[in-house]
């Protein structure tokens, strides 16, 4: 399995600022995604990062609120733009459990717990 | 048609009993479901996962029945343990889709066993 760790765990943020989100896997990885889960809610697909190419996002979310780096096989960061308190969630990074096969087992990290005032 | 619906919203069950969660899709599209087990402060953990060409399958306590004609799936944990009190996700996915790694989530189940 892979370990995923993700930093901040937990940041209480102003309206109107950016936080990054970083994640780090402790093995090479292709694709690497990133899910919000809205408090009490269930978990929805922000976008798949990509080593090398540009981020694909899902209906909902666009660049502009959440960039996402992705500068090698290990590592990625998610940004949270001008945020508001609809943006209070947690954050998770997760990775496929097998390489190249879209199966929906993913590895989840623990996720970053962002609460905006 | 992409939204998995999950109930009940919370359950109580005590030592030993038997929990059980049920899900329902519409996306025929569908063609693997697996289940997420997250504890309090924790990212979600694969538990089990089933095809629609298989009617069960079980590990351990955790068995999963698959109704493809009704598009139903449920989870049932026996001899339900107080450790096993978490918030339970099943998912449904287009594995042979282009949208790698797009789960979608049921709305959660929180699962309470008392000792």
């Known amino acids: 399995s892979a370990v995923i760790s993700q930093k901040p765990s937990r940041d209480i943020c102003q309206r109107g600022t950016s936080l990054t989100i970083q994640c780090q896997v402790d093995?090479?990885?292709?694709?690497m995604f990133w899910y919000r889960q809205q408090p009490g809610q269930s978990l929805t697909l922000i976008a798949t990062a990509n080593q090398g190419s540009e981020a694909t996002y899902e209906s909902g979310f666009v660049i502009d609120k959440f960039p996402i780096s992705r500068p090698n096989l290990t590592f990625s960061t998610l940004t949270v733009s001008n945020m508001s308190p609809e943006d209070s969630s947690i954050y998770l990074c997760?990775?496929?459990?097998?390489?190249?096969?879209?199966?929906?087992?993913?590895?989840f990290g623990e996720g970053s717990r962002l609460t905006v005032l | 048609q992409q939204q998995v619906k999950q109930s009940p919203q919370s359950l109580i069950v005590q030592k030993g009993g038997i929990s059980i969660i049920n899900c329902a899709y519409e996306?025929?599209?569908?063609?693997?479901f697996p289940w997420y087990q997250q504890f309090p402060g924790k990212g979600p953990a694969l538990l089990i996962a089933?095809?629609?060409?298989?009617s069960e399958k079980k590990e351990g306590r955790f068995t999963i029945s698959f109704n493809k004609s009704a598009k139903q799936f449920s989870l049932h944990i026996m001899d339900s343990q107080p450790g096993d009190s978490a918030t339970y996700f099943c998912a449904a996915i287009n594995a042979g889709g282009t949208s790698y790694g797009k789960l979608t989530f049921g709305q959660g189940t929180i699962l309470t066993v008392h000792p």
């Open positions: 093995s090479q990885v292709t694709m």
């Open positions: 089933i095809r629609p060409d298989v």
């Open positions: 996306n025929t599209a569908f063609d693997y």
């Open positions: 997760s990775v496929p459990a097998t390489s190249g096969r879209n199966t929906g087992e993913l590895f």
